[in-house]
């Protein structure tokens, strides 16, 4: 793990510069914001709405769109933009709208809690596939709020002072249970999501074209996967794919690429 | 001990469960998408409760006798490998959120009681990718392990978790698919 701290440096200081305008003919304002792609939109609603304050007429939720595309709260901002931005240009243009919230669409953040809570619980299934949910249970709660806090102000060091223990893998193990991971289809936002191990039943390493493989369909067959803006190699090892390229969520979130 | 189930071990208890519901005159419908199976039922809910002395509630006032409607998701989660609900619950077609369904479920308003609505959280549905209420499914495992003689694990977890936290009630007729001849 210790040589691959340049590389967790990089994934975590990862950014995507954003334009944001408002969803109105007469308006021509613009708000810049520098995106780190690790974070989630929840956590940047405030910075975005006080900026637009002024031009808010009721009180309501605050949401955004691409393209008419809402944007998830829940997931993290690279994710959506390497799903939804196919042609990378930047900045990334998004639409900011006060009224008509989707409901159906998107989950309500009211607080920073509501936000603190749903990752904590994405962390929590992600310790339950990878070491049957034992390291998390292990942590006291003044561990889960700097994982949190560390993430919400973006610091690094205190961030994965934590997170290296949920990370860890015993020798004999030689890697986690199963490898917490989402891959996110052509098809809007849904994702495939099953139990991967890390090793094949002989013992050896598993690599992201085994990988492709355990999700193709006889209609459907994966060629590539991208994550935090790159395609990743077919031969990358996915246990340390797992370990080092993971969301702070602890899931690694692989953009399936299609013939 | 901690149980789990396979996709295919779910479905096969859904099918059968279905053939009960339909004989009780229940009204679970099957939905399907890629051999992932799950139950869905709507039910209207109509809130009646007694007129609170308290009269900071003006929240729990406002909601007296009014009809919700619910729409529970039973699934495998796709991690966890046990059975839990997904739900959401309307009025007049809007959601409503965590509070009001706190209120909504509640037996009383005591404080201490809604320590128990930590086991809810918003969550993806994991199949049809909208938001949805969810039963935390981090303990069911642990708790439907007491329970392996059971002939049909998803009712077990039904009558377990549906009354007592969602208000999803199961048909007392259940019961006579368990007796033994």
């Not at chain 2, 890629?34 to 007694?50: H, S, W």
Request: include cysteine; aromatic fraction near 14%.
């Amino acid at each position: 793990m210790a040589n691959d701290r340049e590389v967790l440096k990089v994934v975590w200081e990862g950014k995507i510069p954003a334009k944001f305008v408002i969803d109105s003919n007469d308006n021509d304002e613009v708000y810049y914001l520098n995106l780190p792609r690790i974070s989630y939109f929840a956590l940047c609603t405030d910075k975005v709405k006080k900026h637009f304050q002024r031009h808010i007429e009721k009180e309501d939720d605050i949401w955004f769109s691409y393209m008419d595309v809402p944007l998830k709260f829940h997931i993290p901002i690279g994710v959506i933009y390497d799903l939804l931005v196919s042609d990378n240009s930047l900045p990334w243009q998004i639409n900011v709208h006060f009224n008509k919230f989707p409901e159906d669409i998107l989950f309500k953040f009211p607080n920073k809690d509501v936000i603190e809570s749903h990752f904590l619980s994405c962390l929590k299934e992600a310790d339950f596939l990878k070491h049957k949910g034992q390291v998390i249970c292990q942590l006291q709660k003044k561990d889960h709020k700097q994982l949190f806090l560390g993430l919400q102000n973006d610091k690094f060091d205190q961030f994965w002072a934590v997170n290296r223990r949920l990370m860890e893998t015993t020798e004999q193990e030689n890697g986690f249970k199963n490898l917490p991971l989402r891959c996110y289809t052509d098809d809007g936002y849904s994702y495939l999501q099953k139990l991967i191990t890390p090793l094949t039943e002989k013992g050896q390493k598993k690599t992201l074209k085994d990988l492709l493989v355990e999700f193709s369909t006889p209609a459907k067959k994966p060629v590539g996967a991208k994550t935090h803006g790159i395609e990743v190699p077919l031969e990358t090892e996915l246990q340390w794919l797992s370990e080092t390229l993971s969301y702070p969520d602890n899931f690694l979130h692989l953009c399936l690429i299609y013939e | 001990m901690s149980v789990t189930f396979t996709q295919e071990q779910f479905n096969v208890k859904a099918l059968e469960f279905l053939e009960m519901s339909e004989k009780v005159h229940d009204t679970w419908q099957k939905e399907e998408k890629e051999n992932t199976l799950f139950l869905v039922k709507n039910y209207k809910f109509t809130f009646k409760k007694e007129p609170l002395n308290d009269a900071d509630d003006i929240c729990a006032i406002q909601m007296l006798s009014e009809v919700f409607l619910i729409e529970y998701h039973v699934l495998l989660h796709p991690s966890y490998k046990v059975p839990t609900i997904y739900f959401n619950a309307y009025k007049n077609d809007k959601l409503i959120d965590l509070n009001d369904i706190k209120l909504l479920f509640c037996d009383d308003y005591d404080k201490e009681k809604y320590e128990i609505y930590n086991l809810l959280s918003q969550s993806e549905h994991p199949i049809l990718f909208r938001p949805f209420f969810m039963i935390h499914p981090c303990k069911i495992g642990e708790v439907l392990g007491k329970f392996t003689e059971t002939r049909n694990f998803i009712i077990t977890f039904l009558t377990l978790y549906g009354p007592s936290l969602v208000g999803l009630k199961l048909n007392n007729e259940y019961e006579k698919f368990f007796i033994k001849d």
